[in-house]
């Protein structure tokens, strides 16, 4: 149960003062390798169906379970507290655009991080749902990180702003 201000009980979320970049909030969850999406009843179920999740909760939901994890689970950890200026994050970082060359790079290597996970999540998931649940995620996060380098590869440097 989450205690707000407006009191106990599913709340209403809130509202930022600026809504430049809205719905820029990633979740990843790594699960038990006996977790069953289809087994989750309820409203919790949204947060295991990444389109749902967006349109529902505005966040962007990641999860696998463990053993779909490249290299094991302290690895994808690891690998989702690097953000893309190669810094530690914290709990929540805002990703506007691409801003410098650098940037590029780490969001190319994240595409190709992403894919990877899809590539072994294809091969580990014997659960066609929790596959399709779990790959969703990643699949759209990667169409809107190609957007994002198109769009920055699409600016003359000249009209690049760090």
Do not use: C
């Not at 929540?92 to 780490?106: F, H, P, R, S, T």
């Not at 649940?133 to 996060?141: F, I, V």
């Amino acid at each position: 149960m989450v205690r707000t201000q407006h009191g106990r009980g599913r709340s209403r979320r809130p509202e930022p003062l600026s809504r430049a970049r809205p719905n820029d909030v990633d979740i990843f969850l790594l699960m038990d390798d006996a977790f069953d999406a289809q087994q989750v009843e309820s409203e919790t179920a949204i947060i295991f169906d990444h389109v749902a999740a967006q349109h529902n909760e505005g966040a962007s939901v990641f999860w696998i379970r463990r053993m779909a994890a490249i290299d094991g689970e302290e690895t994808a950890i690891q690998y989702w507290q690097s953000t893309r200026e190669r810094t530690k994050r914290g709990i929540v970082e805002v990703i506007g655009m691409i801003k410098n060359d650098q940037e590029l790079q780490a969001t190319l290597e994240r595409i190709r991080y992403f894919q990877q996970q899809v590539e072994k999540l294809r091969q580990v998931e014997t659960n066609p749902t929790n596959y399709r649940l779990s790959a969703s995620g990643y699949l759209t996060e990667i169409d809107r990180m190609h957007l994002a380098v198109r769009e920055y590869l699409w600016l003359h440097p000249s009209e690049v702003t760090a």
